[in-house]
């Protein structure tokens, strides 16, 4: 093992079809940020893992649903479950339905992914609590493609009280704003049921998004940045 490998892990070995999958990803063009949200395309995004340190579970399920010219299309969605070499415990398994036989025969994680990005394209990725699924998708991308993930994300746990600040100390679950725009899920805690969910929450900010002329990608990391100064981080 030389140096870089010591401190960086060793880089995965991909195929060569799988290179070239990675290598078409990373021409694509990124979109401009301050196109309208009724012109752009948003990946909404939430992942189901096999416990919630960041640093030491691991990535089981990937849902996305996109939002296209600021509606939800259902047609345009993804849902995905990563192999997984060991099984996760039967407490973690009661949270997110992912049982046991679909973990085994769950898709090789360097395909998943590459099945992922080539669904996101260049598009902007919205989230609830965007920390921890960026960062179990990130430590994912590093580990079986070898890929920096840095790509555009926005965060709807600071948006939503940044437009509702008399809210804000009362509602800082995806539940508590579920509540308020009374936006049903049909399987809390399935990543792709959470991210239609989280879509729905993103349409029900749309209007004050208008209002403060932030209806656009840049608009909500406006917006996002602007609660962020006021707020501790959010877990």
């Known amino acids: ?21 990675l290598d078409a ?22 992942v189901e893992s096999s416990g919630l340190n960041i ?22 969605s993804f849902e995905i479950v ?8 039967k407490g973690n398994i009661l949270i997110h339905g992912i049982g046991a036989t679909s973990q085994r025969e769950g898709v090789p994680p360097a395909d998943a992914l590459l099945t992922f990005l080539e669904y996101l394209g260049k598009d902007p990725l919205i989230a609830f609590h965007v920390a921890f699924d960026e960062s179990m998708i990130s430590r994912a991308m590093k580990t079986f493609l070898g890929l920096n993930f840095r790509h ?9 009280p940044a437009l509702y600040p008399r809210l804000a100390r009362g509602h800082r679950s995806l539940d508590d704003w579920m509540g308020v725009f009374q936006i049903s899920n049909y399987a809390r805690h399935n990543a792709l049921a959470d991210a ?4 729905e929450l993103l349409l029900a900010l749309q209007p004050k998004l208008q209002s403060r002329n932030a209806a656009s990608f840049q608009g909500l990391k406006a917006m996002e ?3 962020r100064r006021h707020t501790p981080p959010v877990f």
């Not at 140096?3 to 060569?16: D, I, M, S, Y």
């Not at 239609?196 to 879509?199: E, M, P, Y």
């Open 25 to 46: 990803w990373l021409s694509l063009p990124a979109p401009l940020k301050n196109k309208p949200m009724n012109e752009s395309r948003y990946v909404v995004v939430d």
């Open 152 to 160: 555009a994300w926005a965060d709807l746990a600071y948006v939503a």
């Open 225 to 227: 940045r602007e609660h």
């Open 196 to 199: 239609l969910s989280t879509a």
């Open 55 to 76: 640093n030491k579970d691991r990535l089981i399920a990937i849902g996305a649903v996109a939002v296209i010219n600021g509606n939800i299309q259902l047609n345009d």
């Open 1 to 21: 093992m030389n140096l870089l490998e010591r401190f960086f892990g060793k880089r995965p070995v991909l195929t060569a079809q799988q290179s070239q999958r």
């Open 82 to 89: 990563l192999q997984q070499e060991r099984v996760s415990d």
